[in-house]
């Protein structure tokens, strides 16, 4: 079955997981560019992108809308509950979901995917259960090494490239 739906989780995957503060108080995140191409050529290939957080914060917001990924869920406690409702209403099976996460309170969620990547940097117990380790760290590109090894499993890679980017590869 081919991945239709990518779920990312974002502190300490497409973060490197520091919360930084500025002076007036708003928190701040580091995103990696290179985790913008891989979405952009996830979204290229047909695949439907999630944001699924544990926490909440405006720069996830402005990184979404900067990447145009309009399905941002944040202050999820429940992922799990949340994604196998998710998926139902929006009729995605197991094989056709993808999860990108990195720690504890991503593993029940993983569960219900097809397909499970993490970070070079994850919780043992992830890297355990994920069917991919990403060779960089959260927050390093390991969102695009995920879509990276998804497209190229899938052959979809050098059309999504072309077509995305007008190169070929």
């Known amino acids: 079955m081919m991945i239709r739906l990518l779920v990312l989780d974002v502190d300490g995957t497409m973060t490197d997981g520091g919360v930084y503060y500025d002076a007036t108080g708003n928190e701040l995140k580091k995103f990696a560019i290179k985790d913008g191409a891989g979405l952009v050529l996830a979204r290229t290939a047909g695949i439907r992108v999630m944001i699924c957080t544990g926490r909440e914060c405006e720069a996830v917001l402005r990184r979404a809308a900067d990447l145009k990924i309009t399905d941002i869920y944040q202050n999820v406690s429940r992922k799990a509950d949340f994604l196998r409702d998710f998926m139902a209403q929006n009729g995605y099976a197991r094989g056709e979901a993808a999860y990108c996460g990195d720690d504890l309170n991503d593993?029940?969620?993983?569960?219900?995917c097809g397909f499970?990547?993490?970070p070079a940097d994850a919780a043992p117990e992830v890297k355990a259960r994920a069917d991919y380790q990403c060779p960089q760290r959260g927050g390093e590109g390991a969102v695009r090494g995920?879509?990276?090894?998804?497209?190229?499993?899938?052959?979809?890679?050098h059309d999504a490239v072309?077509?995305?980017?007008?190169?070929?590869?």
């Open 116 to 118: 499970v990547a993490c």
């Open 107 to 112: 593993l029940a969620a993983m569960a219900l």
């Open 146 to 157: 995920a879509v990276e090894h998804i497209l190229r499993t899938d052959g979809r890679w």
């Open 162 to 169: 072309k077509t995305a980017f007008g190169a070929e590869v």
